[in-house]
């Protein structure tokens, strides 16, 4: 597909559970964001990659949260012992280059932590 | 901190009628102004960058602004289909290139 794909579209966990989020960027897009979203409210940045690198992981909440994109391409947000407030649509973006701010969002994967 | 506030939270209108989103903001110098629309249940789609005070991005019906303190997204003529939630977010000039979003208007165009 043309477009950024997100995977699970959904998830439903039980409280301390390991969870894996799998974000496949545009391709040729160098750089990739995760976002998170609550209902009502704009997405929270958590953290970019420039190629294969984090550039600012300043918006993991805690160290539960970690990220990977080990080929430049696809990405992994990990999250382990999750807990209620995790629950939120995770959201993937790419982008051509860090500039512009025209950044390509998937539709997101919701997680639900019981 | 970087910090953006949308109005109003949400707003109806009738097809055809004209009106403004505002988004004001507070940043250490900025980078880039960016308004994305989003649709129930799918990513922010991207609509408008805007660098400067005093520059205007157009697109259909819409047209972004930009001041010092604050941006307008004007809606002309609304149709239906215009009706998402309309996000507005910031990118400082120093360092990282996050973006800071608001928490959205939430348009609706009656028909």
């Known amino acids: 597909g043309a477009g950024v794909s997100q995977t699970p579209s959904n998830k439903v966990t039980e409280k301390g559970k390991y969870v894996e989020l799998r974000c496949d960027p545009i391709?040729?897009?160098?750089?990739l964001y995760w976002y998170r979203q609550s209902l009502g409210q704009g997405p929270e940045f958590l953290i970019y990659?420039?190629?294969?690198?984090?550039?600012?992981d300043s918006g993991l909440p805690n160290d539960r949260f970690f990220a990977v994109r080990p080929e430049g391409s696809v990405s992994t947000l990990k999250i382990q012992r999750t807990e209620r407030g995790d629950s939120a649509v995770y959201l993937c973006?790419?982008?051509?280059?860090?500039?512009?701010?025209?950044?390509?969002f998937g539709e997101g994967s919701r997680l639900t932590v019981l | 901190e970087d910090q953006v506030t949308q109005s109003p939270e949400a707003l109806r209108l009738q097809e055809g009628e004209s009106s403004s989103l505002n988004c004001s903001y507070t940043?250490?110098?900025?980078?880039?102004l960016f308004w994305y629309r989003q649709d129930p249940g799918k990513g922010p789609e991207f609509l408008f960058t805007?660098?400067?005070a005093g520059e205007e991005k157009e697109k259909e019906r819409l047209k972004a602004t930009l001041t010092k303190k604050e941006s307008f997204l004007h809606i002309t003529a609304p149709k239906p289909e215009d009706s998402a939630t309309y996000l507005c977010?910031?990118?400082?000039?120093?360092?990282?290139?996050?973006?800071?979003f608001g928490k959205g208007t939430k348009l609706s165009v009656i028909p």
């Open positions: 973006a790419s982008s051509l280059g860090l500039a512009g701010g025209e950044l390509f």
């Open positions: 391709s040729g897009h160098t750089a």
């Open positions: 990659f420039q190629g294969t690198g984090a550039a600012d």
């Open positions: 940043v250490s110098g900025l980078r880039g």
């Open positions: 805007l660098y400067s």
């Open positions: 977010a910031v990118q400082a000039e120093a360092g990282s290139y996050q973006l800071t």
